[in-house]
């Protein structure tokens, strides 16, 4: 089942922080984040895995709820370049080290 | 180096046709992934592969695709007797290790976009 991510949008100015949230019905082994650009591929940007280890990017934070089956990615001092759609990829156990992708988090920075 | 390569971008074809798309991943990868993206959504699994072995092929939607992997490196999705709706950005993915060690960040490719006419 899909992760349900939300906002399904949001519009900030340059400077300003957000938060993207993610949730899985089901119990969650790792969450990866990756960001894409309009006409792009996607990018990764962090991988949380069970147990607080987190592999990723340096100017993006997250934190990863095992118990409420939840990740969180912050943007603070949104830079032009955060803007795109924001994905969420939930691994769970059993599932064969496949990824089920949220529908994703549209973010606009404006200057 | 180089990021992982797919062929054709874009690919029209009349209903009926087969499609044969392929991804040449990032030297070494093992894992190889196909995905479906529709406009404005995420990533749909449809197959992925460790070294040539097919590991799941659970998402792909019925029998007229298929996948393989004969060699370990470059994949090749076919479409067979398309339809209007596997219109469709087809993207694949790889990353270097084979699942066993854990998650492990996946490389995207730029697509393939197929128009089924």
């Known amino acids: 089942q899909q992760p349900v991510q939300s906002p399904q949008a949001v519009i900030l100015r340059e400077g300003e922080d957000a938060v993207i949230n993610c949730s899985s019905s089901?119990?969650?082994?790792?969450v990866h984040w990756y960001r894409q650009k309009h006409g792009e591929a996607p990018v990764f940007l962090m991988i949380?895995?069970?147990g607080g280890e987190q592999k990723g990017h340096e100017k993006i934070s997250a934190s990863f709820n095992e118990k409420k089956q939840q990740s969180s990615l912050y943007l603070t001092a949104s830079q032009l370049s955060y803007s795109g759609t924001y994905f969420c990829?939930?691994?769970?156990?059993?599932?064969?080290?496949?990824?089920?992708w949220g529908a994703g988090t549209k973010l606009i920075i404006k200057p | 180096g180089a990021g992982v390569s797919q062929s054709p971008r874009y690919k029209v074809t009349k209903r009926g046709q087969d499609v044969a798309l392929r991804c040449d991943p990032i030297?070494?990868?093992?894992?190889l992934y196909w995905y479906r993206q529709a406009l404005g959504q995420g990533p749909e699994f449809l197959t992925y592969?460790?070294?040539?072995?097919?590991?799941?092929k659970s998402g792909l939607p019925n029998d007229r695709f298929s996948a393989e992997r004969p060699e370990g490196s470059i994949s090749t999705l076919t479409i067979q007797r398309t339809e209007q709706r596997d219109s469709a950005m087809y993207r694949c993915?790889?990353?270097?290790?084979?699942?066993?060690?854990?998650?492990?960040?996946?490389?995207f490719g730029p697509g393939t976009r197929l128009t089924v006419l």
């Open positions: 030297s070494g990868h093992v894992s």
């Open positions: 592969f460790n070294y040539e072995a097919q590991q799941d």
């Open positions: 990829g939930t691994e769970s156990p059993g599932s064969n080290y496949q990824l089920i």
């Open positions: 089901k119990a969650l082994y790792s």
């Open positions: 993915a790889s990353s270097l290790a084979s699942g066993a060690g854990g998650p492990d960040t996946q490389y």
């Open positions: 949380l895995l069970k």
